[in-house]
């Protein structure tokens, strides 16, 4: 019964990562990306305001 179950469902090698890695590695890398849009649209948005010079900059 083992070995039909390690037939079907084989080990991924060591160095490769799995598909749910890769997954998450995408979905990381999607939300910086998002929120590093979202703070550059703040900044620029602010710095086009008139007398938005004197409101808080996130770093």
Same mark, same amino acid.
């Given at each position: 019964? =083992?070995?039909?179950?390690?037939? #079907?469902?084989?080990?991924?090698?060591?160095?490769?990562p &799995?598909?749910?890695? &890769?997954? @998450?590695? !995408? =979905? =990381? !890398?999607? #939300?910086? &990306?998002?929120?590093?849009?979202l $703070? $550059?649209? @703040? !900044?620029? $948005?602010?710095?086009?305001?008139?007398g938005?010079?004197?409101? =808080? /900059? /996130? &770093?």
């Amino acid at each position: 019964m =083992r070995e039909l179950s390690q037939g #079907a469902f084989p080990q991924p090698p060591d160095n490769e990562p &799995t598909a749910i890695q &890769t997954a @998450r590695v !995408q =979905r =990381r !890398q999607a #939300a910086a &990306t998002e929120t590093a849009a979202l $703070r $550059r649209a @703040r !900044q620029e $948005r602010a710095a086009r305001e008139p007398g938005a010079a004197g409101l =808080r /900059t /996130t &770093t």
